[in-house]
């Protein structure tokens, strides 16, 4: 990341996955604050803020690979006193005859000891997962998450739905995703070690074979160097 000056940055983050992704550019924003009152503007190559995907697990959420939702976008965007509000539209790949014809917004509120979101996409078909198919129509969807701390432990939780059926072309039937997302970690010091614990369980309903119907997830993590 640059910062240019006061109100201007940019930032580029390139992506190499071994026997899964060549080295490509995977972020690529110019960001403007205070571009409209409080607002903010972030334009370029992102993650569009559709889900919160938050986890101690080292393993990807199902609700992550189900949403995660890389494109050319322009967001709008502002925060205060721990509420965020945020608006974008961005190029989608599904049909390349049209340009900007898909949108999204974002809204969430965050304490210290509790977070809660909601996010909605006009097309959950242009995610990751899912663009590469070719669909008779753009499904919508809508993401709930909440989080809760008391004291070392925290409590989280996801929800992703569709909320209309996604069909592909040629077919008369279609399926209409959930995604379920239940977690508790716990932070622990073993000889002065800090240490994470955490146990996920994940469930799927009529994701079609895209995604496992259940998961069960296990994992502990320290830091090895300071």
Not at 56 to 79: H, P, Q, R, S, W
Not at 83 to 99: K, P
Request: proline content about 3%.
């Amino acid at each position: 990341a640059a910062q240019i000056n006061d109100k201007v940055s940019a930032e580029v983050i390139a992506l190499y996955e071994e026997d899964d992704t060549d080295l490509s550019i995977d972020v690529a924003t110019i960001s403007i604050a205070n571009i409209i009152g409080p607002v903010n503007l972030d334009v370029g190559k992102m993650y569009v803020p559709f889900g919160c995907f938050e986890t101690a697990l080292v393993n990807d959420t199902l609700v992550l690979e189900a949403a995660e939702t890389n494109k050319t976008a322009a967001l709008f965007g502002m925060e205060q006193d721990g509420l965020s509000l945020g608006a974008y539209v961005f190029d989608g790949d599904a049909d390349r005859e049209q340009h900007v014809e898909n949108y999204g917004v974002t809204l969430s509120f965050e304490q210290e000891n509790f977070a809660v979101g909601l996010d909605y996409i006009s097309a959950l078909t242009e995610s990751d997962a899912l663009v590469e198919e070719a669909w008779d129509e753009h499904s919508p969807a809508f993401s709930l998450s909440g989080r809760v701390t008391l004291g070392e432990v925290n409590l989280l939780a996801e929800y992703l739905a569709a909320t209309s059926e996604l069909v592909l072309e040629g077919e008369t039937e279609g399926f209409e995703p959930e995604v379920a997302h239940i977690e508790a970690n716990i932070g622990v010091s073993l000889n002065e070690q800090p240490f994470t614990f955490a146990v996920a369980y994940q469930q799927t309903d009529d994701a079609a074979g895209y995604l496992p119907e259940e998961r069960l997830s296990l994992g502990c993590s320290t830091d090895i160097y300071e």
